[in-house]
């Protein structure tokens, strides 16, 4: 999309204008947002540069519209602005079609409306489904399912049977369906990974993750999930629907993530665990234990967020607590001293003297 | 291999057959395993999923036999269920030979019975060994030599030099042979990296790892260890044989690692340090010392796994060890001004009192 | 380079040459360096490994020119170490010129002296820079700008739009300008990542790092700077000039980070943080507030470097501080009972006993 109308834009989102109608090409921030612009406020900290934006109009609730010529009221300024911009973005890649310097395996089945660029590999009996995209250096081997409108960006690679839904995003250079890391034995036998990885709907994965194939049955990611860059799954992990996974994140093997649940980045969970739904975990936590439904925990080892913030704010105090429990262990010292002598003078032996 | 009597498995492994022999034709968990497949009990608390599992037989310990209709009995049942694993697994891939469409350069040499896909690509004086198999969009730098039977899966980069030994695995998108990082004086300039990166025989590396090349000499990958995904070997490291490193570990350069050490998620090395052989380090460690063989250290800084599962306990009682701690004060304060007062009535002055 | 004679190398680097002159071919260190190598001495711990080394000269401070039979004498031996070795180095690859066998868009524009490998990807209006090497299965998207000189290694990604200066190295496996992670609302809706990544001159990254494109504008990387392997910088961030990333390290979104900062392994940074020039910031430490410029800090939270040390020293005696803690309550409650029975003496009812 090239331009648009502020009237048509506040038509399709469900937005009001209040200001004059003109043509916008884009979205932008309000310091940077030209006149052919649209910006937005979404967080008040920001409300001083309202002032000073040339943005053709901003997105922002009814309270701020008197601040600017042009506002387009919303009862959720970042949800229309995300919405806003789906307009404007144009998707990546410069082909269309089946490249002849791909690799399709005469027993692939590649749908005519796909995209596949040179050097992408499709390997026997996969499946590439209707509007989807292989860019260069993608990998998808034997048996794997991509569906409908689901992109591989480039070097994105999805083992054997790897199955994909529709519309899954699968970053560049992530590897889906690698073996599970499984060794049996004092020789460290390989334990064969003959499970899969299924990627429900939806699903978005960013740059050089890695989802393990299971050792026995599945790997799976819930319909909706998000997942950051460099975020290592584990083989038999389950991961419910609409969990966001930030990066550098780590969840091992045969742990099963409950719906909505969020992971700041670097967090890593043990193996075998059960996390409930709506947990959120802080960055950098360490969970070695199962989590109840609707937690917030952070820290290692992970604990209630409450706790997590005190023991933030005492951790750089330790050196004090050292040091005021020596001098808490003089003094008692002293005072033991001190009522000894006390006791020498109130106890039996005073009575003795008494007795003289 | 499509089926195999359980008398035949049973007479490979050196397990015994106790009920009726049948074929079988690949192996699941005791909850999911169907009336042809194997199954195995190797965790005791999936011991009450013997009762209705439909597996063929079932591979456990002799005390468990008496449970299960067929049982194959093994005195290490894990060990047994991944041997079975391994005659069932079909390698990943789907094709063989050297394609046409690979890259191969002049000077270099490919045994004809090793697979190299199409959009490989093997650089001058590199060697690939017997029976070697060079996924799509691998890279092998000139120099190199990679094993009889060694597998670089899709987008496995060696880059110029790199020694991998015999059945070497190198997982999708892992980079061996990149320069390490090393830079000199004020202006941050380059020290070039003009050492290799050597992997001995039956090393397993994931997905997404990173091994530098040395500086000068050699990073060493030491016989039968296993790296998991996304871990990261920084230059100069040697790691002895049979190490293993769950996913997302970082060891800094020149550090030296024993033989069978294992690290656990996410732990992090400094540099220049020597871990003894038969060390484990648990999950999330921050190890900046030397560590004596045999031991098994958590925490950061890593201390004696006894220790830090004290640590561990204590950790989220630290805002209640700070409470107790100005009770305390507060207290001794109190007993203070007591001890005072008491000793105002019991010293000097009190004697003072007695001589009125 | 195959030799150099000794005095010419001390001539090109400003060394004094104190010995034989003779012909050298390489560099190595102490303790491997042959008869036709140069070695140096940066580190003093290796001092006593001047007295065997065979090197045909060692580059050294002049204090230690006595103990080798041909010295080098430098101010900076460590820097002309990495110089003398820039001089040997031979550059990673194995062909020139533009390959036949790599798919240039039509709207791309390479130029002459660049090398483009077979199956590297450079997509519409792409341009390639004088001198510029593009590697097996890179990827440079539409839009992007490749300056002179630059190297995108094996499988590096550079999606659209995005712009590398002079002298860039990208190392294998990494991808600059994949989607930052945006999304917002209860169905978590994506906020199309439309800004690009922009990488000044002289930026080295290492190997499978990742740096996200902008939400809106701009994703900058500073001149000089260099980021190790697996390294994470979120959507917005921008990285001043000179700063030295350690592998494994995370950056939130819209951080802004100033010159000359270091961060060694496993750090990571909260989103929307200042932190101010030459910062310093230990390794695995955790960021959540801005940091003010020169300070050296460490620690979940991070704390300035005295108090972490501190810290560290402390937290393995934590269980001991908990014991030590226990014994002095106790001590504290005999204290008061005894104070107490003491009070009882020597407290008006005492004064009663006097009136008896």
Redesign the interface.
Known sequence: MTGITLSDLAGRLGMLLRGEDREVT????LS?AGPDQVSFLANPRYVDQLAGTRAAAVICQERFADRVATALISA?P??D???T??L???P????EGVSG?A?I?GEARVDPSATV???A?V??RAEIGAGARV???A?V??DCRVGRDSVL???A?C??GTILGDRVVV???S?LG??G?????P??????Q?GVVVVEDDV?I???T?I?RAA??TTRVGQ?S?L???V?I?HNVTLGP?C?L???V?V?GSTTVGSGVVMA??V?L?GHLRIGDGVTIG??S?V?KDIEAGRTVG???A?DRG?YL???A??????D??R??RA??K??ER??A??G???D???PEQGDKDEQ
């Open positions: 884009g979205v932008n921030t940077a959720d970042y949800l602005f995300a919405r911009l789906q404007f973005a144009r990546q890649g410069c082909l310097q690799f395996h660029y040179p050097f590999f390997g026997a860019f260069p250096h990998y081997g034997e960006y480039p070097g690679v083992m054997a970053g560049p250079g590897v690698a073996d890391f499984g060794f049996a034995g020789g460290a036998e390989k334990i064969p003959v978005e960013g740059a050089n890695c393990d026995l049955d909706g998000k950051d860059n460099l290592q584990g609409g966001m930030v990066a550098q780590g091992s980045g670097q890593g043990a960055p950098k360490g070695a820290g290692i080892p604990m706790a005190r023991y933030l005492l951790a750089p105090k330790l050196p607590m050292a005021r429990m808490l262990e003094e008692v005072l033991k001190l009522a002598q006390g006791a003078q109130g106890a």
